[in-house]
Structures are given as C-alpha cells and as structure tokens.
C-alpha cells in the first residue's frame, strides 16, 4: 500500500470532517472578531502590532486551537477508526508506519487551520497600518502556540490508545486553565497565561527565561510520548 496514497486519503477525511470544518470555521470567525475587536485598537495602550497585542491575540487563540488538535486526536480512537486500523494489520504496510502517516495527517490539517489566523493577522498589518516586520512577531507567536500543541499532540497519541477518555479529559483541562485564566509556573504554562500576564505588567521585551524554558520541555515532552506511542505500536503488532 503506498504510503502517499494513504496520506492523502487521511488528510482529506480529517479537513473535510464536520467536526474539523466546524471548527476551523469557529476559528476563523473568532480570529476575525479579535482583530477588529482587539488587535484594530491595540492592547493596554500599545500598538496593535506590539509584542502585547499581537500575544494576545495568539494567548486569546490558543484554547480554540487545542480543542481542535484534541478532537481531530480523539478521531483516531473511534470504534469506526479502530476498524480501519485492524484492515491495516493485514497489509504489507508496518502498523507503526501506518500510525506516523495518521501523525502526519493530524499535523498538517492542524498546521493549516494554525497558520491561517496568523496569516491573517500579518494580512491586517500589512492592509491597515503598512506594517511588515513580521519577524519580530512570529517568533513570541510560535512559542505560545506551537510547544503545547506538540505536547498535548503526542500525550494524545500515548494516553489515548489505551484510554480514548484521557483525550477528553485533557480537552476540559485546557477549557478549564482558560476560561477562568489560571495562572501556572512559567515551566508548566500551556495556555500561556502567566507569559502574556507578565507582558501586562510591563515586560514588553521577552518571554522569561523559565517560560522559554518550559517550551522547550514540553516539546520535548510531547515528541518523546509520539516516540513511545509509535514504539509501543511496533510491539504490540509484530
């Protein structure tokens, strides 16, 4: 079985699943809200391209992203998926390699619904205040956003297979930490709480050197547990 051809029928089902398009759709509609509500004014007093604003507006993002990594993660422990995985077993093809193409599949649909808000925010620079240095903003964009997406991607993939309800169990997590804003050392701050907080306060310069810290480790984190996963799949299938 061709391992291209298997991709691209997994990334099709993911991007044109209702929960994915409803979601990505939820997205789309909220980044648009923040930018005319948020970003157009700028945040505390600052310029609607400040370091504030701008990580805010990924900060106010990040909860909407989870959930939709998290749903498309639970997808793949479906009673229904199950049963395509059990067809899988009696191909040619590895179960492991079948399982890092579904990886594969997740991210890209993920990245893509990751990328278009902040692509559209760069666009809403660029069209309304003529602003382009982009490059001072996408780094503090990607470590709110990206280290948590990693770990909570491959904690998925390990807890989830032996118990699909620890994905759910996650899901509310996040909710929880943003709704109500819970703040968490830097090393452990998922939701970024504590790092835009420290922004409010004054320090409009850089991320702490313990949150940078903690994204290093969650990522870390989050690429051992897809390891792990795909190891234990590799066993338990030969």
Excluded: W
Excluded at 104 to 126: D, H, Q, R, S
Excluded at 139 to 146: E, F, M
Excluded at 151 to 165: C, E
């Amino acid at each position: 079985m061709n391992r291209i051809t298997v991709f691209r029928y997994e990334l099709k089902r993911l991007m044109f699943s209702r929960e994915y398009l409803l979601l990505l759709a939820a997205v789309t509609a909220y980044s648009v809200s923040l930018l005319r509500g948020l970003v157009l004014y700028g945040v505390n007093y600052t310029a609607p391209f400040s370091l504030l604003t701008f990580s805010t507006y990924c900060y106010s993002l990040c909860p909407f992203f989870f959930v939709l990594l998290l749903v498309l993660c639970a997808r793949q422990f479906k009673t229904s998926e199950r049963g395509a995985e059990a067809i899988i077993k009696t191909t040619c093809m590895p179960f492991h390699i079948f399982r890092l193409v579904r990886y594969g599949a997740i991210a890209c649909a993920y990245l893509f619904a990751m990328v278009f808000p902040f692509a559209a925010c760069f666009l809403f620079y660029n069209l309304i205040f003529n602003y382009t240095d982009f490059g001072i903003l996408l780094l503090p964009g990607v470590l709110i956003v990206v280290p948590p997406s990693v770990f909570l991607f491959g904690a998925s993939m390990l807890f989830g297979n032996r118990k699909p309800a620890a994905i759910y169990i996650m899901l509310v997590g996040v909710l929880v930490l943003s709704a109500f804003k819970i703040p968490l050392p830097d090393l452990m701050d998922i939701i970024g709480t504590a790092a835009v907080q420290a922004l409010y306060e004054g320090h409009d310069h850089a991320f702490s050197a313990a949150f940078i810290a903690g994204r290093f480790v969650l990522m870390l984190v989050g690429f051992v547990s897809m390891i792990i996963s795909l190891y234990k799949s590799k066993q338990h299938y030969t």
